[in-house]
């Protein structure tokens, strides 16, 4: 893949894709040092160092650098043999950002394959390592730098593992995880001394085949969040492709999965409703899920992308059971008709309308899908230029974050070979606002044009500078720790929501956020992007505006609030009027 193919192809245009008492506590603002955030009362939290208004110094300009060796993360992903050979092999894993012990620092939980009987790979390892390979926890140290508390922390589990997601499922205040692998699910309880416990057996979830990306979201709004488990394909390890040295089976040689859902009974257990919910009636070959009110009717709804099968939305019906409305709404198909290799979406307002657009990474081209109301998406991506300059690569984990604080999304793409190992560089497209992007790849840094297999990717502003950065799984190798170093940036404004009559995680809630004459739109989402899971807390960038005018924050219990002016360069945490 060369640079120049896409550099040409994203020069052609400017792309079009397109009053209730509250309380609040404010953490303090960091300033370019990174130093580690401290609370602060209301209205007395120290105000970071601002940084520069977009135009104060030039324009903003997108950089990322790798910080992976100075930060302590030394994690290098295994798929397991001694070169790729299957589908479970080449789908990689996925990461997530998340406060496991409630520091005001987002901690990294990695997961990785292993190696496993020598019939399931093509190319078994002749000698196995020992340890063997596994996921691993890093603590926030708060100065940049990260230790591995893996083993203190027990989330070390046999398991080949693909993808994860958290949530406080039983509202006690404590960030849980759910680890989706090979053949099983593992439910990781938060014990709030550094430790989890696998509960799985204890909570009610029993899942067999291959369990990939899954999501947390308060289907039935009863304050406790109900777990959907997307399975991939019903993999058979046998199986060889004829022509072994050219290819592997793909998707299309297994049968397809159906997924799950199970129900929080608010207890520490769950009941399996795949089937009255109407889940279980569609067959798939899921690749990635994420849930979100994408209509606006309150109900958190379930998007399932798809390999090489039509895509699903599940529209939620209020009464337990979820309808698929993908086909009538534009999202079950690609470009030209086709079913697609759909890998990880996200859910985000792409245009700045007040609604929220749809994002998917594909194996080919990307789909900008903008809501245009009455359940229905209108795709943007042959129009927009991001698709097309993104259809050399195969495009795997993404984030849709404001990285230079301008007030305008922004894509990061990672990318990477789909059948081999062939390392590709990655993309930064920088939102120009009204759904218009410019490809910036080349001048985003090393770190991003550095060439390698990526697959699932998770973002969190981890040194609270107000940036977000970037952790990206690659398969088989060394992963990377992306350090946002945008220069010329602008204001921002990041909110942790803490539920009570709602779930604690505020999962499902929606923000509305007015600041400099502009409105922003965004929904605390859990799984989000390519088997992964993004911090809890919600970044806004705010451009050149000095203060927040009005925050509006609709709970899933239907509570609406509303918080008068905020300062900036800040993390506010919002808790739900009891």
Known sequence: MRRGLRVSTARQAWIQCATRAALVSVCVLLSGSGARAQAQAAHGGQEATPTAAPGAAGQPQIRF???TASSGIDFTHSFGSAKLGSLLEGTGSGCVWFDYNNDGLPDLYVLSGRPL?????????KVKPVPPPHNHLYRNDGNGHFTDVTEQAGLNPDAYSVAVTAADYD???KEDLLVAAYGKVILYHNDGNGHFTDVTKKAGINVDGWAISSTWLDYDKDGCVDLFVGRYVKFDPKYRAFYAADNYPGPLDYEGETNMLFHNNCDGTFTDVSQKSGIASYVGRTMGVTAADFDGDGWDDIYVANDRTEN??????HDGTFTNVAEE?????GQNGESTSAMGPIFADLEGKGKL????TDGRYNRMLSYTGHESFEDMGASNGVSQANAQYVSWGSGVYDFDNDGNLDILIFHGGLIHLIPQEHSVFRGLGGGKFADVSESAGEAVNRRSVARGACFADYDNDGKVDAFVVNLGARGTLLHNVSVNTGHWV??????TKSNRDGIGAKVDLYAGGRHYLQERVATSGYLSQNEGRLHFGLGAATSVDKIVVRWPSGTVQTLGAQGVDRVLTVEEPK
């Open 65 to 67: 650098e790798d910080a």
């Open 117 to 125: 009987d020598d019939y399931m790979h093509p190319y078994p390892l």
């Open 171 to 173: 509202n006690d205040g």
């Open 312 to 317: 699903f939305l599940f529209h939620n019906n």
């Open 329 to 333: 709404a534009g999202t079950a198909y």
């Open 357 to 360: 657009d749809l994002w998917v």
């Open 494 to 499: 990041a909110i942790k929501l803490v539920g």
